[in-house]
């Protein structure tokens, strides 16, 4: 066999097994999903006769009607959507802002700016936790979006992954923008947001979920249950139901629901923002 045939073969080879590796890791996943929701349309007694079955005899949707319509999943799921809405507009313009001021503008100490934000990185956010819940305590912002928003926007990250974009940018374009007359904030909006699509999704995917998923600081800063987030709600499904299996299922079932559902609608802008900012 020659070189180049010796080489094609290696390369199908590679593709194959890497092919066989990834289905195997997406069954290992999703083993536990499919666990879950098998458990969550079982009767009670099917439960507690063999708590290990996949399949159920009778399927039933009672666990979820349970928590649709005698708790508070509603009010959760809508509290959860702002708050993450909120922290991700807010994450993407001041990030954003910052990571341009970084890149365009020349300013003095500009470059140990940058390196001082970057060393908030090693700060570990749970160390900020007492200072930050008795400054909303003082203001009165407790048990509010404000309270859950506000401390998740500073977002180093972010930050980073804007500037590095920005950074690639031609600076040609917003000289050309500066010598029509146009100011800073208009070529940041006109000029240099439009082609940072990339850098935005990445962002914006990226602090969505993590705000969705959070859940150390709304369960510090909200104990009204018609305000809790997601996260924080379901753990009350287990004081509110006693232990049983078929509500906690169901409750993590609808809990991954709308993350599984923004990855696959917008699995192509993700894959796009990790390769156009160089996110690992």
């Known amino acids: 066999m020659s070189g180049p045939m010796r080489a094609v073969g290696a390369e199908r080879l590679f593709n194959r097994v890497a092919l066989g590796v990834l289905i195997a890791l997406a069954l290992l996943w999703l083993v536990p999903l499919v666990w879950a929701f098998a458990t969550s349309v079982r009767s009670a007694d099917e439960i507690a006769t063999d708590p290990t079955a996949w399949w159920s005899g009778s399927p039933t949707f009672e666990a979820y009607e349970d928590l649709l319509t005698g708790g508070k999943l509603p009010y959760w799921y809508v509290n959860s959507f702002i ?67 506000l401390p998740q926007v500073p977002n180093v990250v972010a930050v980073f992954v804007f500037k590095q974009f920005f950074d690639g940018i031609p600076e040609e374009l917003t000289e050309a923008a500066r010598a029509d007359g146009a100011s800073w904030l208009r070529t940041y909006w006109q000029i240099v947001m439009p082609l940072s699509k990339p850098a935005i999704s990445a962002v914006t995917i990226f602090v969505f979920v993590w705000a969705w998923n959070n859940f150390l600081w709304p369960l510090l800063v909200v104990t009204d ?56």
């Not at 509110?240 to 409750?251: C, E, R, T, V």
């Not at 599984?260 to 609608?265: A, G, K, M, N, R």
Request: net charge positive.
């Open 83 to 149: 708050t993450s809405a909120l922290t991700t507009l807010l994450t993407v313009l001041t990030a954003s802002l910052a990571a341009f001021a970084l890149s365009r503008l020349r300013f003095r100490y500009r470059k140990p700016a940058f390196l001082l934000l970057l060393a908030g990185l090693m700060v570990p956010p749970q160390v900020l936790m007492i200072p930050q819940f008795l400054a909303l305590q003082s203001t009165g912002m407790l048990n509010t979006y404000w309270a859950v928003v």
């Open 225 to 280: 249950p018609e305000m809790m987030t997601l996260p924080v709600g379901l753990t009350s499904v287990q004081d509110a139901f006693g232990i049983p299996q078929a509500q906690l299922m169901a409750s993590a079932v609808l809990g991954g629901v709308p993350l599984l559902t923004v990855f696959l609608l917008f699995q192509r802008r993700i894959v796009e923002g990790i390769a156009g900012t160089g996110l690992k």
